[in-house]
């Protein structure tokens, strides 16, 4: 086991990208500080009662890093920064570093380096303020198996100095109903399934009004159904201004719900960014895109494409693709109607018609130059 | 741990208090818990039927003087020296074992089902919940010495004559006044565990494995008391956490002797005072990444 001293960085990423994501700028109020146990409130603002907590980032990181006992590195000097009411996609493959991540953010275990601010004050030393206005749900859930449903969010809800005893029969029951509960609630926790112990852990986070939701893995063991559910009401929380930090290794989920996303890979963040410019970045390094037709007379509708510019051209079955041509100075590239409508015009019958949009998953195979696996 | 600035928000000190409640009912409501206490429960059950049985055709065995036994023979006279000889039969192992068991299991439990995480960020604050844990387990304690003493005092008057008490200084108080006696005893024992109470506090915060801290805290308690009756080791004893636990007969004499008694609620002082550091030093710094 080498010494601490001598860590050894993760393998040079082969993408080692030289501008990041258009990042948002660090607007740290004071400069560096120590990892902070128990630093206490030195550094601290330390607001008045009923004052809202400034900044304008949910969440935002400096050099934070985690190096397990051995030196391997974790998390290594991870400059995060999470915008105020975005739903923010936390993207890696398993093993990347995220969970480590948001323990560190969430107070459970200490950072080697580095610092991190939650809601705009430092963690962990302010957990005791910064924490209530924030639900969890960290690695999967954790329940009492021999207390029922109902009975466990009592339990998490007296665990939270700010909740009010008398108002918490209904904001559980509230919770309970939101995630589709309300039905098992009196059931043993025991004897529910992955999917019910999920929602369980998501109504834990949803017992009292939040400034931001941490869901690590939050569609983890649900069905189809189940996600669609979970990504409606992430869609809810986020319509009523809460900032929902979402860590999944599902580059679609992402895609669906996410403003913003970060990307992960060995403990260092690749990118980040709103989600329209990762995908933008990439259309961009590839021109306008590849045009997509289905069709029952592949040949013609190649000759066709083939006189409006289009490169590239392969046939596959019944779809033929092709590489939209770059835009002309001062013309743009052609029309996507009028090449419909000349295929249409020159007799092509035409099933499908559209551009392939990059995703995330192209976004993450570009900038990581591997596949979406487990980290070695 | 900046806990000073909770103060400035709302004042809520009764929320400790809350999570307290929430301890003790979710404890008690443990089957495990719950067998705990039956075992315990049996045991003045089991004694007083024996004691029955081998005195019903003979004269009473067993010589008197010091030590717990020798309680024994006094049951057929009065059915309240059941409660004594429960609690001395008792004490050494069956009493601090069950404290081993949810003491070992209060932190590291939490810890192995996953839940401790959730409590930490709701957040509960890990020296409150130190506390809190520390206050249930010291309940338990309070709990099982008391349904050992309840239990042998209603087998002790259903089996045997009750009456005037008879002290081991050979002066009679009255059925009352023992009662009293004996509810002072069960005080007495319940402290004497305030010690192992934090050993295993300190042992469960130390891993995230529950049965692991039980079983280190009982065989830890089993391996001090084997090293309490070493005589080439006396110079350590006193300081063994179980070496005065038995120093509860003393109420028993009139006037009592303080002496042993008070030696032995210092020495618990002094464990609680000592582990009690060590597990919130512990507990306050660790990783949690279970």
């Not at chain 2, 130390?206 to 801290?213: F, W």
Request: overall charge neutral.
């Amino acid at each position: 086991m080498p010494p601490v001293g001598a860590v050894r960085r993760p393998v040079a990423q082969p993408h080692d990208m030289g501008e990041p994501m258009p990042k948002q700028p660090a607007t740290g109020p004071d400069g560096a500080r120590p990892p902070a146990r128990g630093s206490g409130p030195a550094g601290t603002p330390a607001p008045g009662p009923g004052v809202p907590s400034a900044g304008e980032w949910a969440i935002e990181t400096r050099g934070l890093t985690k190096a397990y006992r051995g030196g391997q590195l974790a998390v290594d000097g991870l400059d995060l920064v999470v915008p105020r009411g975005s739903v923010f996609g936390f993207l890696g493959p398993n093993g990347s570093g995220k969970t480590t991540t948001i323990r560190m953010l969430m107070g459970l275990i200490d950072a080697t380096a580095g610092s991190a601010r939650v809601l705009g004050q430092p963690m962990p030393a302010a957990g005791r303020r910064v924490l209530p206005k924030v639900g969890a749900l960290i690695e999967g859930p954790a329940l009492y198996g021999f207390l029922s449903g109902r009975e466990n969010l009592r339990r998490f809800d007296a665990a939270d100095p700010d909740a009010d005893p008398r108002s918490r029969d209904a904001r559980v029951g509230h919770a309970l109903e939101r995630v589709g509960l309300g039905a098992a609630a009196g059931k043993k926790a025991r004897a529910y399934s992955l999917g019910m112990k999920q929602r369980l852990g998501l109504a834990a986070a949803l017992l009292r009004p939040r400034e931001l939701l941490v869901l690590d893995e939050p569609t983890n063991g649900l069905d189809p159904q189940g996600m669609r559910e979970i990504r409606a009401l992430v869609r809810e929380l986020a319509a009523d201004g809460t900032t929902v930090f979402l860590s999944s290794h599902l580059l679609d989920e992402i895609e669906q719900v996410c403003t913003h996303a970060a990307v992960m890979a060995r403990g260092r963040l690749i990118t980040q960014g709103t989600v329209a410019d990762l995908s933008s970045t990439v259309l961009g390094s590839r021109g306008p895109g590849r045009l997509t037709v289905t069709t029952p007379d592949p040949a013609d509708a190649v000759r066709v494409l083939k006189e409006h510019g289009l490169t590239g051209l392969q046939i596959t079955d019944d779809r033929v693709t092709g590489e939209l041509p770059e835009a002309d100075d001062g013309a743009g590239p052609p029309e996507l109607a009028d090449l419909n409508a000349a295929l249409v015009h020159a007799g092509v019958r035409v099933r499908g018609f559209g551009t392939e949009r990059a995703t995330l998953e192209d976004v993450f195979v570009q900038l990581t130059g591997e596949g979406f696996d487990v980290a070695g | 741990m900046s806990q000073a600035e909770g103060v400035l928000r709302r004042p809520r000190p009764l929320w400790s208090l809350g999570l307290l409640r929430s301890e003790i009912t979710m404890t008690f409501r443990r089957w495990r818990t719950l067998a705990l206490l039956a075992v315990l429960a049996g045991v003045p059950v089991l004694v007083g039927i024996a004691v029955k049985i081998e005195t019903g055709d003979g004269g009473p065995g067993g010589g008197g003087g010091q030590g717990g036994p020798a309680f024994i023979s006094q049951v057929t006279h009065n059915g309240l020296f059941l409660v004594f000889t429960s609690l001395a039969v008792t004490l050494p192992f069956f009493l601090p074992m069950s404290i081993g068991v949810i003491a070992g299991d209060s932190l590291a439990g939490e810890a192995h089902g996953g839940t401790l995480r959730y409590l930490l960020v709701a957040p509960a604050g890990r020296t409150r919940l130190l506390l809190v844990k520390y206050a249930t387990t010291l309940t338990f304690c309070l709990v099982a010495t008391l349904v050992v003493a309840l239990s042998a005092l209603v087998t002790g008057a259903l089996l045997f004559p009750l009456g005037e008490v008879t002290l081991l200084s050979g002066t009679s108080i009255s059925f009352g006044e023992g009662l009293l006696r004996a509810l002072a005893i069960a005080v007495v024992v319940a402290l004497s565990l305030i010690g192992v109470a934090a050993v295993g506090l300190f042992i469960s915060a130390l891993t995230s494995s529950g049965i692991a801290a039980m079983a280190t805290t009982v065989g830890l308690l089993i391996t001090v008391q084997i090293l309490d009756t070493i005589p080439q080791l006396s110079a350590v004893q006193p300081y063994l956490f179980p070496h005065y636990w038995l120093s509860f007969a003393d109420l028993l004499r009139d006037p009592v002797y303080w002496d042993q008694l008070q030696k032995n609620l210092g020495l618990q002082a002094l464990y609680a005072a000592v582990f009690g550091s060590a597990a919130w030093a512990r507990f306050t710094t660790r990783d949690i990444t279970a």
